[in-house]
Each structure stands twice: as C-alpha cells, then as structure tokens.
C-alpha cells in the first residue's frame, strides 16, 4: 500500500522559513515524479513545485526563487524548502505521486 505523510508545516512570521517534508512508504520517490501542491480555505488546490524521476524541477510563478523542492532517495522523502514566506502562502500542504495524496501539512504565515 502506497502511503505519503506531510509534516514540518505550522505558524511562522512573514518573511520566515519553513521546510516540509514528505515521507513515502510502498514507492520508491527516485523512480517517480512527485508533486507539492496547497489549498487555501474557499479557493482551489494549486500546483507549487515539481521534481520529475530524473530531478528537473519546476516551481509555481509565485514561489519561484523561494520554494526548492527535493528528494532525499536513501530516506525516500521529499522536501519543500520555503524561505521569505508570505500571508498569502498560508494553505494545506499536500505531496502527491501519481494518483495518490498525503494527508496534507497547514502552513500558516501571520505576524
């Protein structure tokens, strides 16, 4: 059974740092691409980065220059990185392979 767990998320200043991770068990992340998304109350779930298998990464215009998302293969867990965070990027955080989704991880950025 394919299983993702968030964690890292919680409550930080504007302008601070967060680093979210995503724990895999019944995949091995290196053979696939893998997906950070978020979904703030009353609005869509959007894409904020992408790592395919071969490590070529993508980022969401908003979070471009912030976010780096990565992959730790010996631990099979991924990671975003956030730096310089923003009200507006409060949102739950979910990874997400193929056709299955972690639980989700709140970020919320507030003074």
């Known amino acids: 059974q394919v299983k993702l767990v968030e964690s890292g998320g919680g409550l930080v200043q504007p302008g601070g740092s967060l680093r979210l991770s995503c724990a895999a068990s019944g995949i091995i992340f290196s053979r696939n691409a893998l997906g950070w998304y978020r979904q703030a109350p009353g609005k869509e779930r959007e894409w904020v980065a992408f790592?395919?298998?071969?490590?070529?990464?993508n980022y969401q215009n908003s979070v471009r220059g912030r976010f780096t998302i990565s992959r730790d293969s010996a631990k099979n867990t991924a990671y975003l990185q956030m730096n310089s965070l923003k009200p507006e990027d409060t949102a739950l955080y979910y990874c997400?392979?193929?056709?299955?989704w972690g639980q989700g991880t709140q970020v919320t950025v507030s003074s």
């Open positions: 790592i395919s298998s071969s490590g070529i990464t």
């Open positions: 997400h392979v193929g056709v299955i």
